[in-house]
């Protein structure tokens, strides 16, 4: 079994966006999402900083450092992009006007709750931004994330112990290991890598599982 690497998940994640969708791209892991992106696509990449029409990043030597995410990583803007004020990002993402959002996450519970700002350790650094902005108030949120910790600790879990940025707002959950949905009935595999048998996934997965495979090929 080969684990899928962080290149390999943004674009598996990148596979799964409809043209014509727009779509913010969180802080962290899902930026790579933008390099993963065909020429041939139209996918309209938001960030909350400002920006409508988010283009990958540039070459090495080639940033312009007045146009970055809200990361602050240099990016590109595509014809047709525009530029607007914070306060407008936030109505976009408030008002239901995003498709998707692609968050990473510390914890997604089995019911779709959300953990990513903060691990409530004495000594981390709160960082929630515009998370609880762009989960509640996107059509789809999606979170990209390996499937356990370095420590070998369960990220999907059935309740979330670190704090929440959202409740019941994940609807799919993309890791190293699987393409997982949340569902009324708890998580379900909808794809595993080559390799992995379900058994495994089982016991790396902090709740129930459901092997949905054979619902999605029918």
């Known amino acids: 079994m080969q684990k899928l690497n962080r290149e390999q998940i943004a674009a598996r994640v990148a596979q799964d966006i ?49 146009l970055i995410n809200a990361g602050k990583q240099a990016v590109t803007a595509l014809p047709g992009a525009s530029y607007f004020h914070h306060a407008d990002s936030f109505s976009m993402m408030r008002g239901g006007h995003l498709d998707i959002c692609v968050l990473g996450a510390f914890q997604v519970s089995h019911m779709g709750d959300l953990a990513n700002w903060h691990t409530g350790a004495a000594d981390a650094i709160p960082a929630v931004g515009g998370a609880m902005d762009l989960a509640i108030g996107a059509k789809r949120t999606w979170v990209m994330m390996e499937h356990v910790t370095k420590e070998g600790h369960h990220k999907l879990v059935k309740t979330c112990t670190y704090p929440l940025t959202g409740k019941a707002c994940v609807s799919r959950i993309y890791t190293d290991l699987a393409v997982i949905d949340v569902t009324p009935r708890g998580f379900e595999a909808i794809e595993l890598i080559a390799g992995l048998d379900f058994d495994e996934l089982v016991r790396l997965t902090g709740a129930p599982i459901l092997d949905a495979r054979q619902k999605i090929a029918a």
């Open 18 to 66: 409809p043209d014509g969708a727009y779509v913010n791209l969180g802080i962290g892991l899902p930026t790579m999402v933008a390099n993963t992106i065909s020429d041939e696509r139209e996918i309209i990449l938001h960030t909350e900083n400002g920006l409508l029409g988010m283009g990958p990043a540039p070459a090495k030597g080639a940033e312009d450092w007045d």
